[in-house]
């Protein structure tokens, strides 16, 4: 059974730092391309970011290019997100989703429950 | 940049009855890359249907998605109590992805 168990979140100031994990379990984590998804309060979901199985490529939203950064570590089967710069609207439940691959995108066969990020003074 | 629209923002039905969902994107998804989402509050997001009209692998064959192009629909027959929920659609065929903005369907 395919299991994602995302950690890390918080409540944070804003323009501060903070990283997010994601360990995945039942399935070859090498071989899967991995999104983080989040969805602000009383909004719909929103792609952030995905990174390939084997971590060489790597995409980003616009609204968080340059502040977060994906990486993997797939000798322990982990995701990792590290937000910089937070922003109010950076506050979300952040989800990190298993992909399956389908031309430059990918669709989201399996999800973790997500972590909630609050960014405030 | 690929924009979905869905609608009815809200649908209210009773178990029994059938949900018709629309998704409406700004351009065209070749290949049929758009995907429908399942949401229930507090949990993880399910995969329902792939391709446009493929189910996931375990959703239950009440739960059908059509259409090409620009257009596309899921297709809820005999609501069970378990299917209110939120469900958004989702096109892969272009970054950056993107999510409509949902259609709640709740009980009337």
């Known amino acids: 059974e395919v299991q994602l168990l995302e950690s890390g979140g918080d409540l944070v100031q804003p323009g501060g730092s903070l990283g997010l994990s994601c360990v995945a379990s039942?399935?070859?984590?090498?071989?899967?391309?991995i999104a983080w998804v989040r969805q602000a309060p009383g909004k719909g979901l929103e792609w952030v970011s995905t990174?390939?199985?084997?971590?060489?490529?790597?995409y980003y939203a616009d609204s968080v290019k340059g502040r977060f950064s994906i990486s993997r570590d797939n000798s322990r089967n982990t995701l990792i997100l590290q937000m910089n710069s937070l922003r109010a609207e950076d506050t979300a439940v952040y989800f990190c989703a298993k992909g399956k691959r389908a031309a430059a995108g990918y669709y989201f066969e399996s999800w973790g429950p997500g972590t909630l990020v609050t960014v405030s003074s | 940049e690929i924009v979905l629209t869905q609608s009815p923002g809200t649908l209210s039905l009773s178990p029994g009855e059938s949900a018709t969902l629309s998704c409406r994107a700004s351009q065209r998804i070749s290949s049929n890359f758009l995907a429908w989402y399942q949401h229930k509050s507090g949990q993880a997001p399910r995969l329902l249907i792939y391709h446009a009209s493929t189910r996931a692998t375990g959703i239950p064959d009440r739960f059908s998605g059509s259409g090409s192009g620009t257009d596309f629909t899921l297709t809820i027959s005999r609501l069970e109590p378990e299917d209110f929920a939120v469900y958004y659609c989702q096109q892969y065929i272009l970054l950056p992805l993107s999510f409509g903005g949902g259609t709640k369907v709740e009980i009337q």
């Open positions: 990174i390939s199985g084997s971590g060489a490529d790597t």
């Open positions: 039942g399935f070859t984590f090498s071989s899967s391309g």
